[in-house]
T-cell receptor
């Protein structure tokens, strides 16, 4: 069973638009990590959230973890072509025996 | 600061051939991991190591072996390559299980 689900599976937006990607778990998370993968490259760590209600921002990307620690959202403001890629959420044990990754959300930003 | 370095970046093998993928990290991390990434399957853990001289099986270990003789290196071996092992392989490292993992750029492996 998929322990972390992401929605949407893929997203195409016009440059300048805002967007949100969601990551959901059926169990309480003990941390939630967001990564970005450019096509054909490795994963780049973006942000880590640990506390319920926590929110972190870096440049135009904001990530939040809900109070129940079962859902996280990643919001991009005024998207740019450089934001294109695959966004993955991940969670450390004990959600799984080892670190668990979501299936990813593929983002395309049209100039 | 190189971070996590994987070699080679690309490789094509014939069924039955063997090869070793190399991973090196310069961050003094205790934990190292090997993943494979396939379309529709996401990232799946093959093997991991919690320190020099230790290895453990992940989600999909069959057909692979690993070794961690030195803290900075984690090797992934395919003894007899099969077409089902065609994939992109990623190595990662971290200080602990709850710290972010740092990834290499991947090795694209095709088995014909």
């Amino acid at each position: 069973s998929q322990e972390l689900e992401q929605s949407p599976q893929s997203l195409i937006v016009q440059e300048g638009k805002n967007l949100t990607i969601n990551c959901t778990s059926s169990k309480t998370l003990y941390g939630l990590y967001w990564y970005k993968q450019k096509y054909g490259e490795g994963l780049i760590f973006l942000m880590m959230l640990q506390k319920g209600g926590e929110e972190k921002s870096h440049e135009k990307i904001t990530a939040k973890l809900d109070e129940k620690k079962q859902q996280s959202s990643l919001h991009i403001t005024a998207s740019q072509p450089s934001h294109a890629g695959i966004y993955l959420c991940g969670a450390p044990p004990p959600l799984g025996q080892n670190f668990v990754f979501g299936p990813g959300t593929r983002l395309s930003v049209l100039p | 600061n190189a971070g996590v370095t994987q070699t080679p970046k690309f490789r094509v093998l014939k069924t039955g051939q063997s090869m070793t993928l190399l991973c090196a990290q310069d961050m003094n991390h205790e934990y190292m991991y090997w993943y494979r990434q396939d379309p529709g399957m996401g990232l799946r853990l093959i093997h991991y190591s919690v320190g020099e001289g230790t290895t453990a099986k992940g989600e999909v270990p069959d057909g692979y072996n690993v070794s961690r003789l030195k803290k900075q290196n984690f090797l992934l071996g395919l003894e007899s390559a099969a077409p089902s092992q065609t994939s992109v392989y990623f190595c990662a490292s971290s200080y602990s299980t709850v710290q972010p993992q740092h990834f290499g750029d991947g090795t694209r492996l095709s088995i014909l």
